[in-house]
């Protein structure tokens, strides 16, 4: 009898624990719709025309940025295996991000242009992760939001790092410090 649960049970582990195979990959092809938003692409910097949003005039802000990352995921079950594919995108939103008239300056749109990259670092830091998981059959879905969470964790810590260390642009020096150091984890992913 003991010996017939214990089969049993490895069967049940065994069955439950099926590895999937995955692919995971960058794409700009989502349901946003493509006139709202901008897909990140080394070398490809905003521009003050990107930033189409109705501007909030009781904000302190000279401009807003609204940028984050999120993923496709496409599940194809055969039997006890499956196929994950997951495809993992970064984006600007052209609409909800705005300037106020008059602040539309090249300092002011390297700071914005740096909360992009951030959103970037963080969604390549989700990409790698995503390659590295174990995903079974039993444990995808909650470990491939887990490692979502913890990824848009790390990007709004940074954002507001960001903005609180540079007094959200302006302490030049300490400006200059951080697109130094966002430039150079962007060419670490880049090249």
């Known amino acids: 009898m003991n010996i017939a649960f214990i089969i049993l049970s490895f069967f049940f582990y065994s069955h439950s624990e099926n590895s999937m195979q ?8 989502t349901s946003l719709p493509a006139t709202e938003v901008q897909y ?8 003050w025309d990107d930033f189409r949003g109705a501007y909030n005039s ?4 000279a401009a807003i ?11 194809k079950m055969n039997g006890s295996s499956g196929s994950l594919d997951i495809k993992v995108y970064c984006y600007f939103n052209k609409n909800k991000s705005w300037v106020k ?3 539309n300056t090249p300092y002011i749109l390297k700071h914005e242009q740096q909360h992009f990259d951030i959103s970037f670092i963080a969604a390549t830091y989700f990409l790698q ?7 079974t059959t039993s444990n995808y879905d909650t470990l491939l939001a887990q490692i979502y969470t913890e990824s848009t ?4 810590d940074m954002q507001n790092d960001y ?14 410090k951080w697109n130094d150091t966002v430039e150079e984890k962007i060419l670490g992913f880049t090249h």
């Open 22 to 29: 995955t692919s995971v990959t960058w794409t700009t092809e």
């Open 65 to 75: 940025t609204v940028s984050g990352f999120g993923y496709q995921a496409n599940v």
């Open 40 to 47: 990140y692409e080394p070398g490809n910097l905003l521009v």
């Open 163 to 176: 903005d609180g260390e540079t007094k959200n642009g302006q302490l030049h020096d300490v400006q200059a």
């Open 58 to 61: 009781e904000s302190r802000a």
């Open 153 to 156: 964790g790390i990007m709004n």
């Open 129 to 135: 992760k995503l390659q590295k998981a174990k995903f």
């Open 101 to 103: 008239p008059g602040r």
